[in-house]
């Protein structure tokens, strides 16, 4: 049973982009949407330790622009023990996204997000985790 036991003041800028953040995920109300993002949080604070996680890395990039691709393999066989596929789309002439299935100790998954994510040119990158224990 939720409990109320005070109010929380937030300054003008917040509550505007907390009004957004709402209507943008079709929250009922802002007690929702603070309820999401602090569950969010907590579940982000227990990719953190050592817990057992699965996983995939999405990656998207212009194969064009750097040697994105080389490095990505690169970086990959470097965490070959945590990767258990990598599925790589052509989504336009110029365009691929690259999916990187993993399974692994959270702190080692995320390492391994964050280099590929780091890579010069890539136009977006992200980690999403889940615990698998």
């Not at 937030?10 to 009004?19: F, H, S």
């Not at 194969?63 to 994105?68: E, L, P, T």
């Not at 965490?79 to 990187?100: G, K, M, P």
Request: glycine share 6%; with cysteine; hydrophobic share 40%.
């Amino acid at each position: 049973m939720p409990v109320s036991r005070f109010g929380v003041s937030l300054e003008e800028d917040i509550l505007k982009a907390l009004d957004k953040f709402v209507i943008e995920n079709n929250y009922p109300n802002r007690s929702q949407a603070i309820r999401a993002l602090i569950e969010k949080n907590l579940v982000e604070k227990k990719w953190q330790c050592n817990h057992i996680v699965a996983g995939a890395v999405v990656l998207l990039y212009d194969h064009h622009k750097g040697d994105i691709t080389s490095k990505s393999n690169d970086i990959q066989h470097e965490y070959f023990d945590v990767i258990l596929s990598s599925q790589h789309f052509h989504l336009s002439h110029d365009n691929c996204l690259e999916i990187v299935a993993v399974k692994g100790v959270a702190s080692r998954l995320t390492e391994l997000s964050d280099k590929l994510i780091g890579i010069k040119g890539l136009i977006h990158g992200k980690l999403v985790m889940s615990r698998a224990e």
